[in-house]
């Protein structure tokens, strides 16, 4: 157990929908980060939050959107959902920034139908 | 082009022999990461290395700075380690780059 907590485990929704991912980092751990793995593209890097503030940005579309609360949890909103965004979804944390270990969630499942 | 490339793929091994999976990575890097995927999907860090070598238990981790190449090696390979092996490559920014991953099978 790594300690990061992520809700939903799975979810089921439609086309042009929006969904709320949750994560909850390791006590102590400031970074939050999130990835997206899908069949076709691997794990790519979303975002990370760093203490509430934005740190840095990869791959994330426009339609998706991050923030992190002052108790250093994080929420993924994607909306407009499309085929595209069924993929696992991973929450990780770390103490302070990338060049810490991080430690990952057990991931959402999205299933867009 | 992918900017982290692992190799092989697959690979497929018995039980008891020494594995080695590698890493390249195109340009210059903060840290280098070794994960571990489980079949049932969870991601478990491994190794976080910047330079040098570093290991745990069977596993070996080797970073050469120069020619931006990483290594991961189990020793006396045991079919519980059959999973997806990835290496992800940090950077100054924060960034992270992901390999494509080596699904490693260790047959009894």
């Known amino acids: 157990d790594s300690g990061v907590t992520q809700t939903p485990k799975h979810l089921i929704t439609a086309t042009g929908q929006r969904v709320t991912l949750r994560c909850s980092p390791r006590s102590g751990d400031l970074s939050v980060y999130w990835y997206q793995q899908s069949l076709d593209q691997g794990l790519q890097f979303l975002i990370q939050y760093y203490n509430g503030e934005e740190r840095a940005k990869g791959n994330i579309l426009e339609r998706f959107s991050a923030q992190q609360f002052p108790d250093l949890h994080s929420e993924l909103n994607l909306s407009s959902l499309e085929l595209g965004d069924s993929a696992l979804y991973f929450c990780?944390?770390?103490?302070?920034?990338?060049?810490?270990?991080?430690?990952f969630g057990p991931g959402t499942r999205l299933t867009v139908l | 082009k992918n900017e982290v490339e692992q190799s092989p793929q697959n690979l497929t091994a018995q039980e008891g022999e020494f594995i080695t999976i590698n890493c390249s990575y195109s340009v210059g890097i903060s840290a280098l990461h070794w994960l571990q995927q489980h079949p049932g999907g969870g991601i478990v860090s491994l190794f976080m290395?910047?330079?040098g070598k570093k290991k745990h238990g069977r596993l070996i981790a080797t970073i050469n700075i120069q020619e931006k190449h990483s290594s991961l090696h189990i020793t006396a390979s045991h079919p519980r380690d059959s999973a997806v092996y990835i290496c992800?490559?940090?950077?100054?920014?924060?960034?992270?780059?992901f390999g494509a991953g080596t699904r490693l099978t260790v047959k009894p």
């Open positions: 992800a490559a940090s950077y100054n920014n924060n960034d992270m780059r």
């Open positions: 990780a944390s770390s103490i302070y920034g990338a060049g810490n270990t991080q430690y």
């Open positions: 290395l910047s330079s």
